[in-house]
Each structure stands twice: as C-alpha cells, then as structure tokens.
Nanobody, 123 residues
Framework: QVQLVESGGGLVQAGGSLRLSCAASGRTSSNYVVGWFRQAPGKEREFVATIAWNAGRTYYGDSVKGRFTISRDNAKDTAYLQMNSLKPEDTAVYYC????????????????WGQGTQVTVSS
C-alpha cells in the first residue's frame, strides 16, 4: 500500500512561485508513476503533470506547460512540483497520486492519493 503525503502549499501573489512535495512510502516496484492533479471549487479534477519514476519521462497539462516542472528524488522517494509564474486561475487543492505501470493523464487510473494541499494565488 503506497502512502503519499503532500506539503508546500500556501498563499502566494500572482507571478510568484511555490514548490510542492509528495513524499511516498510503501511502494513495491520502481515501475511507478507519480502524477499531480488539482481541483478548484465547483470544477472537475484536472491533470497537471506526471512523471515516470524509472525513466524520468514527464508530461504536462496544457494550462501549466512552460510554467510548472515535475521532478523526483529517488533517494528521498519524493516527487516535486515546481510552480512558477503562478496565476489566480492556478488556485486549487493540489493532489499527488501514484500508480504502477505506464504514464497516464486520467485521475481514474491512479490507485493511491494524498490528502491534498491548498494553493491560493492572489491577484
């Protein structure tokens, strides 16, 4: 059973930066994918970014491409989401999720979820 704990959310002004962390424990294979999703009030959960743990391949949602960077630290078993040039529309609860197997953009494909961390961007 994989357990995920997010941290790093907060309040930031538009144009600022935040880095989210997702610490994982309990995984049993390196054939593993971590994704970040977000959900704003009244909206559906949205794909943000994903990374394949072994190969380091990444994929981003169109709304964050060029501004956000997903990465991982194997030694710490932690994934990161560096968010730059933040906009008010980035305000949401951000969730870290994990699955075994291939990269996937769909939330339903992920078996393990963190508790979420709030990111608020003021204008």
């Amino acid at each position: 059973q994989v357990q995920l704990v997010e941290s790093g959310g907060g309040l930031v002004q538009a144009g600022g930066s935040l880095r989210l962390s997702c610490a994982a424990s309990g995984r049993t294979s390196s054939n593993y994918v971590v994704g970040w999703f977000r959900q704003a009030p009244g909206k559906e959960r949205e794909f943000v970014a994903t990374i394949a743990w072994n190969a380091g391949r990444t994929y981003y949602g169109d709304s964050v491409k060029g501004r956000f960077t997903i990465s991982r630290d194997n030694a710490k078993d932690t994934a990161y989401l560096q968010m730059n040039s933040l906009k008010p529309e980035d305000t949401a609860v951000y969730y870290c999720a994990a699955k075994y197997g291939n990269l996937n953009l769909y939330a339903a494909a992920y078996s393990y979820w963190g508790q979420g961390t709030q990111v608020t961007v003021s204008s």
